[in-house]
């Protein structure tokens, strides 16, 4: 050593962490734990009555099939979490992939029901969410490009 702190024996491989994917990571986890909540208290309740409904990949699930895709994205908003306090690249990689699929998803639903003027409600909600979940998108790619390419 040359007693340099600069020197590339003591710099660490890869660049720290900002703080603010923690606070992501612990966003996910809450998500997930709202999710699998959100599934059983509506079971228990109004299943029956109102069922739940959700939209993945542009179609519209509603009963035993939305519950089944609820548990399954509480499953990957978990994993992300869990992933991304461990400072894991695969990760990061996994939450901009699935929000990037969130997106295109809501854009396919709002595409295929805009038609259907029973459906206006639903599709004027749906489109509502696009802006935000753009700027979620947008927030984990320009955060985590250092950690993805480097």
Not at 40 to 50: N, Q
Not at 91 to 102: F, K, P, R, T
Not at 107 to 132: C, D, K, N
């Amino acid at each position: 050593m040359d007693g340099n702190p600069n020197s590339a024996a003591r710099r660490p491989k890869h660049p720290k962490w900002p703080f603010d994917l923690s606070v992501f990571a612990a966003m996910s986890g809450l998500w997930a734990l709202c999710l699998m909540l959100a599934v059983y208290a509506h079971t228990a309740s109004v299943g029956l009555v109102d069922p739940l409904e959700t939209v993945f990949a542009g179609v519209r699930f509603a009963g035993d099939d939305a519950q089944t895709i609820v548990i399954v994205e509480a499953g990957i908003f978990a994993t992300i979490s869990i992933g991304m306090f461990a400072r894991q690249r695969w990760a990061l990689l996994m939450a901009l992939i699935y929000m990037a699929e969130v997106v295109v998803s809501h854009l396919v639903f709002v595409i295929a029901y805009l038609p259907i003027r029973l459906e206006w409600m639903s599709v004027r909600a749906t489109a509502l969410q696009g802006p935000m979940l753009v700027m979620i998108t947008l927030y984990l790619w320009i955060r985590g490009h250092d950690f993805l390419f480097e």
